[in-house]
């Protein structure tokens, strides 16, 4: 699972490995193992990332580099 921090707009993912991931102005932080995952913050502080909308954006960077 990705989550954006709607605050400074880091996008964190869990790792399954047990390791606790915060962002950078430390609002959210995702707990997630093999066995559970869980969301720190306020319902307000994120929104979830979805797969197309990564892919999009990948996508647009791509687009925007430029070859001299």
């Not at 950078?24 to 197309?52: H, L, P």
Request: proline fraction near 0%.
């Amino acid at each position: 699972m990705k989550i954006r921090c709607t605050h400074c707009g880091d996008i964190i993912e869990g790792d399954k490995k047990g390791t606790y991931i915060e962002c950078k102005c430390k609002k959210i932080a995702i707990d997630e193992t093999e066995y559970y995952w869980r969301i720190i913050g306020n319902k307000g502080d994120f929104e979830e990332v979805k797969e197309n909308e990564r892919t999009r954006k990948n996508n647009e960077r791509k687009e925007n580099w430029k070859w001299w």
